[in-house]
């Protein structure tokens, strides 16, 4: 019986060379900063970037609808769907916030690992599209 090894930074090392690359787009992931008003200790919220998944090598494309639909945790519909592939392992949890390089934002529904473990696939709605 044949074997067979992959190595886990295989998807990073193909994704060097943008312009052959299986992942063309980039992904960075924005996490929420709680910091407190001292006047009124009221929670501020202030988006940062993730230092440790920052421009990271995706492959970004929208998921056909008409095929089936999409639900959150809490069973509403997702309208806008879209599947982000991740070159390599990352550390991403659903409700997190991810920006592509042309700053369109995506929420997060669910995150899944290839059995591999080479890469990381997101399940994410589009928040906003810059012009």
């Given at each position: ?17 943008a312009s052959v690359s299986p992942f063309p787009n980039l ?47 809490d069973q509403t519909i997702v309208a806008n769907g879209w ?31 290839d059995a591999f473990r080479t890469q990381t696939t997101l ?9």
């Amino acid at each position: 019986m044949p074997v067979s090894f992959i190595h886990p930074d295989l998807m990073t090392h193909l994704s060097v060379d943008a312009s052959v690359s299986p992942f063309p787009n980039l992904i960075t992931r924005q996490t929420i900063v709680i910091t407190y008003d001292p006047n009124t200790n009221e929670p501020i919220e202030t988006p940062t970037i993730d230092p440790l998944i920052q421009n990271v090598a995706a492959y970004i494309e929208p998921i056909d609808m008409s095929k089936g639909e999409i639900r959150r945790a809490d069973q509403t519909i997702v309208a806008n769907g879209w599947n982000i592939s991740l070159a390599g392992l990352y550390n991403i949890d659903v409700d997190d916030t991810v920006i592509d390089e042309f700053s369109n934002v995506y929420n997060v529904i669910h995150v899944s690992q290839d059995a591999f473990r080479t890469q990381t696939t997101l399940i994410c709605e589009i928040v906003n599209t810059e012009p």
